[in-house]
């Protein structure tokens, strides 16, 4: 096999990023890469604000939906590393009154690895039919309902049946919220406050919150729409896998919305970019290098396809155990994952490789054919 030809990497990134611009897939994009911790490519494209022609600009701000998993992850294992946290504790230490049945009526037990990992048997509101469960309870999925409190949402979370035994399957879930419920009980104040502690500050990521302080880098949110995507209000359905994603772009700019562990950081591509190269060179700061290998082994194994074939799942992302199934050009061991509103990442260790490119647009900038564009561009 021919190794990679990096040197013409950010012709290429940006022949791509150009062609989804002109195809008016996306609407606006900030793309960096950096190899072996030197940025190789660097560009903010098209429009932050299309209906004020408001052009993207690096320090952009975006809703970060699922870039916020690893960030909470990340907080999490610090405090596994402090011994205040134990991987294989039950739900139940914490919230004993979650305790979700399956459909026979059993209320199993559901350990903190089983959040981590998505086996627990929860599951997410635009993964279900539109007449699931999850819709007649209203369970938000931390993407909408502005105002709505943690409480409210794992009342109604605990109210649904559980897809199957915990530790018996993968499903893609709210688990990563429910964390970030334990997580407040554990140290007695908000979530917010415990990952600005462990994570963001200590990192010097200034922008990367539950909230947005500087509105006017805010950019604005918008879904696929043929010709061109639309722009994004407050109780849009979103198609995305056969079913449809419910979002309310204000939800970040309501300071009584719940700090959704799964989903409810904004932040920028720099302050990403940041974190991601801490994970790949062994997680100083903030975690030990023992701690980023538990993260970044396969804990579900291939069979889950988290991102399809050949991928499993870790602590706060998915693992690439083969390429060989997708034709991946990523090295075996490469971290990857997205973001609803318009996001994907990876980490190539093996190459060197921290990758962030977050879009404005859901969800082409997450599971269209832009990711995989940016994927193909950086490896040529």
């Known amino acids: 096999m021919s190794l990679p030809d990096f040197s013409q990497a950010p012709a290429r990134i940006t022949a791509a990023i150009d062609n989804a611009l002109a195809e008016r897939r996306i609407v606006g994009a900030v793309v960096l890469v950096a190899r072996d911790g030197e940025i190789i490519h660097s560009r903010a494209a098209g429009y932050s604000d299309r209906e004020t022609r408001t052009p993207m600009r690096e320090d952009a701000i975006f809703r970060l939906a699922s870039i916020t ?16 946290l134990d991987l294989h504790a039950s739900v139940r230490q914490w919230l004993p009154d979650f305790r979700p049945a399956l459909p026979d009526g059993r209320r199993p037990e559901i350990t903190i690895h089983h959040l981590l990992t998505h086996t627990s048997g929860l599951g997410y509101s635009f993964l279900e039919p539109s007449d699931g469960p999850y819709h007649k309870l209203n369970i938000s999925d931390g993407l909408d309902q502005p105002g709505l409190s943690l409480q409210e949402n794992l009342s109604r979370l605990g109210a649904a049946p559980l897809a199957f035994e915990p530790g018996a399957g993968w499903r893609y879930s709210l688990g ?37 302080r500087d509105t006017a880098r805010l950019a604005a949110a918008y879904a696929d729409g043929n010709p061109k995507p639309v722009p994004m209000t407050d109780g849009m359905q979103v198609p995305i896998f056969g079913t449809a994603a419910s979002f309310a772009p204000s939800r970040i700019l309501d300071p009584e919305s719940y700090p959704s562990g799964g989903a409810g950081m904004a932040g920028t591509a720099g302050d990403v970019l940041r974190f991601l190269e801490a994970i790949r060179t062994g997680g100083t700061p903030i975690l030990a290098p023992e701690t980023v290998e538990a993260m970044a082994a396969d804990h579900v194994g291939t069979q889950a396809e988290t991102q399809g074939p050949g991928w499993g799942f870790g602590y706060g992302w998915a693992v690439l155990v083969d390429p060989r199934p997708t034709g991946s050009p990523q090295a075996p061991g490469t971290l990857q994952w997205g973001g609803a509103y318009g996001h994907n990442w990876f980490i190539d260790r093996a190459n060197g490789l921290s990758v962030v490119a977050l879009t404005n647009t859901a969800f082409e900038g997450m599971a269209g054919a832009f990711p995989v564009e940016i994927r193909n561009a950086v490896y040529g």
Do not use: N, W, Y
């Open 69 to 84: 998993k690893p960030i909470v992850t990340a907080a999490a294992m610090r405090l596994v590393e402090k011994g205040r």
């Open 176 to 212: 990563l919220d429910v964390l970030g419920g334990i997580l407040e009980k554990l140290e007695g104040r908000s979530l917010a406050e415990i990952v600005r502690e462990e994570v963001t500050a200590p990192l010097g990521l200034a922008d990367t919150d539950f909230a947005v």
